[in-house]
């Protein structure tokens, strides 16, 4: 197992953040790690995720999605090729902070028979995918 997380402190309340993390269409405007999201986002669907992590070809992932929150979070899960053999947990959490700002915390846990080849992979191009997405999200929602 792997576990990657990132979080960044916006100055904007969670509905803002939401509304912008949530508008799928205007990924390509400002989001460097995930370039699309397509589908119906709701729990239970199998959406399509274009990646773009740095340093690496662009990747597309059909992942289930697991929770829809509106506000509060987005979680899915994806597998490469089947169950146990490389899957990630992704979830975009919003926690609304007693002095007007949100934390927006990305993780993802990484399980299976895979994961140690991926190793240095995730702890460099994926790590910093986060943090390049967090940081443009914060970026975009306090311009606006």
Known sequence: MKELTAEVTINADAEKIWKVFSDFTNYPSWNPFIRS???????????????????????????????????????????????????GEHSFELIQNDDGTTTFLQKEIFRGILVSLFRKMLDHNTRNGFELMNGKLKEYVERA
Do not use: C
């Open 37 to 87: 999201v397509s589908g119906k986002v709701q729990a239970g669907q199998k959406i399509t995720v274009v990646l773009h992590q740095p340093g690496m070809n662009p990747m597309t992932i059909k992942p289930e999605v697991l929770t829809f929150k509106p506000n509060r979070e987005l979680r899915w899960i994806g597998h490469l090729f089947f169950t146990g053999l490389f899957d």
